[in-house]
């Protein structure tokens, strides 16, 4: 890595690195792509992140953190092309992304158990599975809660053993992009901790910043996580799917997803008045024929977490429907008690399904509390770790926003589709569809991060960058920056308030329950925001929170486009589908006793072939198209053939293009 200077009049003299591929962002995706693309041999690279110790990936987990994978036990016989198969069934995936995310999940997977993730395996070395949902067999496996951060524990190590640098403390605020004819992307603007910039210069930049964790009021990424993917959309990087996400309960003073145990063993639901103690009242039960229909629809959401538009009339999902109503439409609070059996709650009238588990689990005496100390102690545990003691008070808890399938759009080798060298990796890139098998979403981001890897060694190992065409482009930046920044002196409000703003809007109208008018409403608002912003700016308090001020700014461009990108899936008539529900009147009746509004407008189908591009200005026009999606390819198989192709490195060539000739660094 090279280390140079530029000069601004408002920054000083503000580092400039130079590198052959610079990684932004240290999740299990943005590691894993940094340590391939070592040993591949490119060594010149950096990993900039906020910290180590940000993100979704070392921060969150769940009841049982599912990582989904080819399936490598038992006489079930699996293949690249069956498990492409279940991820292209979701709809709206394409299915070369689906071929590549399942013939190199093995690939992948024992890299990390070359790492010495514990992911259990019997003693012949069979990987043991279950199913999870969405899932045919039984591809799924986990080490526990924390899957993801035992995955980002064991990268780190080996990013540390490779000896490759990485910048701690560094908030990306902008790419650098290098415009058409030759667009390209060329780097990033970052500011450290005390609000000072820095420059990165680089020939290929992986972005692996995560999901859109801070766009959302009623979320379950942690805290600690706002995602990056606005930088890209400023950047006009073409997304897709972006009105595919996964919402579901989960509590919030602690944010963690309430599925598994704590459903199976079937707790009281409990609304209070906003002040969270008077007027509780145990909501559900009213809505059922029988109190056993309730806990039924409880214990199924242990395995049927994510709200999902094809349970509710009568399934799982009228539980989040109802949480929602209780929430959002009367303004109550919710929460879980483990410390008494529901109103009620008579094992013996369980359904078959739920009594049965129970009684093999031997969890059918007492409160939820002994039924979870028998199944699942650690679920205990682990509120306890986090200052919340079940046995003593009750869980809070909301429908959450929490995982976008959609993303920015990207080709078999996770490289943009629309700006060369920009390699969206892990939850940023959108490449599933509308349903995707529970843990698909780290098997995704650890294909890509390898393919990426792979692509940039074999195709951009020549450093190509034209270093003072990007060197402008940085100055740009940085007088862009310093000009937006300076406006916020004046500005009437702050970041925090223009983030609350946002996240409220999103989560109101953008998030599981959605409508045609609300979110054109919202979509209006949005526009209005992110104008605002630009022409005013916003206020920080001293340097240090410059970065967060231009996050900001970023959280408002991409909300405006994802909530347009909503607002044209829905009067295109895409409908219901996946995680969100959009109301309509007249439409199909959820549940006999709910209010006129809910009623839904049922999917329309043919979407499924389809997948929705969102292509982002600027200047904050928008386009959005459906188009057919890619079929899973029929590839050549025969050994003679194929071997020649890899050889001849004919695998990364695209639509049957001759390689890219290296050019001259200038
Ligand atoms: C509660 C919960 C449970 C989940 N359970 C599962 C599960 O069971 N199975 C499954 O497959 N998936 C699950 N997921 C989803 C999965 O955990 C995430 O999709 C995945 O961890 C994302 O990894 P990532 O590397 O893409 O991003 P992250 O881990 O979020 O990392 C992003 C990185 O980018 C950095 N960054 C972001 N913006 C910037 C910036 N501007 N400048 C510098 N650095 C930046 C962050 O600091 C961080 O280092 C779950 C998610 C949640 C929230």
């Known amino acids: 890595m090279r280390k140079t200077t530029i000069a601004s009049p408002v920054w000083g003299r503000v580092p400039v690195h130079t590198c052959h591929t610079l990684v932004i962002g240290s999740g299990a995706a943005g590691l894993n792509a940094a340590v391939q693309l070592r040993r591949l041999g490119i060594d010149d690279l950096v990993i900039v992140t906020e910290g180590l110790d940000q993100g979704t990936s070392i921060n969150t987990g769940s009841d049982k953190q599912t990582y989904y994978k080819l399936g490598l036990c038992g006489a079930n016989g699996d293949s690249p092309r069956e498990l492409a198969d279940t991820f292209f069934d979701g709809g709206s995936m394409h299915g070369d992304l689906a071929l590549a995310e399942a013939a190199n999940s093995a690939r992948a997977f024992l890299s990390l158990v070359d790492l010495s993730v514990p992911f259990p395996r019997d003693r012949f070395g069979q990987f043991v599975g279950y199913k999870t949902d969405h899932d045919p067999r039984q591809r799924a496996t986990s080490v526990g809660p924390y899957t993801s951060r035992e995955m980002c524990r064991a990268l780190i190590a080996e990013v540390r053993r490779l000896g490759i640098a990485v910048h ?21 603007l970052a500011l450290d901790a005390g609000g000072r910039a820095v420059v990165y210069l680089a020939a290929n930049t992986v972005i692996a910043v995560g999901g859109p964790g801070g766009l959302y009021r009623t979320s379950v990424y942690p805290t600690c996580h706002t995602g990056g993917i606005g930088l890209a959309l400023e950047a006009g990087a073409l997304a897709q799917s972006l009105p595919e996400s996964q919402y579901g309960l989960a509590s919030i003073g602690f944010r963690w997803n309430v599925s598994g145990t704590y459903m199976q063993v079937i707790p009281r639901f409990v609304s209070t008045a906003a002040d ?32 999902d538009t094809r349970k509710m009339a009568g399934g799982s999902s009228l539980v989040d429907i109802l949480v929602y109503i209780e929430n959002v439409a009367r303004g109550r609070r919710v929460f879980l008690d483990f410390r008494a059996n529901p109103e009620g709650f008579d094992f013996a009238r369980l359904g078959a399904e739920a009594s049965d588990y129970l009684r093999k689990s031997g969890a059918t005496d007492g409160a939820p ?58 939850e940023v890139n959108g490449s599933h569809g509308v349903y995707r098998p529970g843990g698909s979403a780290l098997n995704s981001g650890q294909v890509g991060s390898l393919r990426a890897a792979e692509y940039i060694a074999a195709r951009c190992r020549e450093n190509d960058l034209d270093r003072r065409a990007a060197r402008k482009t940085a100055a740009a930046a940085l007088d862009t920056a310093a000009a937006w920044l300076e406006l916020g002196a004046q500005s009437r409000r702050d970041w925090r308030a223009e983030r609350a703003e946002l996240q409220a809007r999103m989560s109101a109208a953008g998030a599981h329950i959605r409508s045609a008018l609300t979110v054109r409403n919202a ?72 209010p006129g509004e809910w009623t839904f407008q049922p999917e329309n189908p043919l979407f499924r072939e389809q997948v929705l591009e969102t292509l982002p200005r600027s200047d904050g026009t928008i386009d959005h198209r459906w188009v057919p999606r890619r079929p899973i390819p029929e590839t050549d198989l ?15 060539d695209r639509n049957g293009n001759a390689p890219k000739e290296p050019q001259p660094n200038s």
């Open 168 to 188: 701690e403390g560094r908030t990306v605020v902008s790419l650098l992009s290098q415009p058409a004819p030759a667009a390209r992307a060329a780097g990033a």
């Open 276 to 307: 969270g103690v008077s007027d509780p009242r145990e909501f559900l039960l009213p809505w059922f024929d029988t109190p056993s229909q309730a806990f039924d629809r409880v214990f199924l959401k242990g395995y049927q977490w994510p709200f």
């Open 369 to 426: 509390l002994d039924r979870l100390r028998t199944m699942n102690p650690g679920a205990i545990q682990l509120y306890l770790d986090h200052g919340i003691d079940l046995g003593r008070e009750m869980l809070e808890v909301a429908v959450c926003s929490q995982h976008n399938n959609g993303g920015l759009a990207a080709n078999e080798w996770w490289e943009s589709l629309n700006l060369p060298h920009l390699f969206p990796v892990g």
């Open 523 to 594: 979509v209006t608002e949005a526009r209005a925001q992110w104008q605002r912003l630009a022409r005013q700016g916003c206020r920080f308090a001293g340097e240090a929170e410059k970065a967060d001020a231009m996050r900001t700014r970023s959280l408002a461009f991409a909300h405006f486009v994802y909530l347009d990108a909503i607002a044209f899936a829905i009067a295109g008539g895409l409908g219901s589908r996946g995680s969100a529900l959009v109301q309509s009147a007249g439409g199909q009746i959820i549940h006999p006793k709910l």
């Open 638 to 652: 025969w050994f003679e053939t194929a071997w020649a192709a890899y050889r001849a490195g004919r695998i990364y």
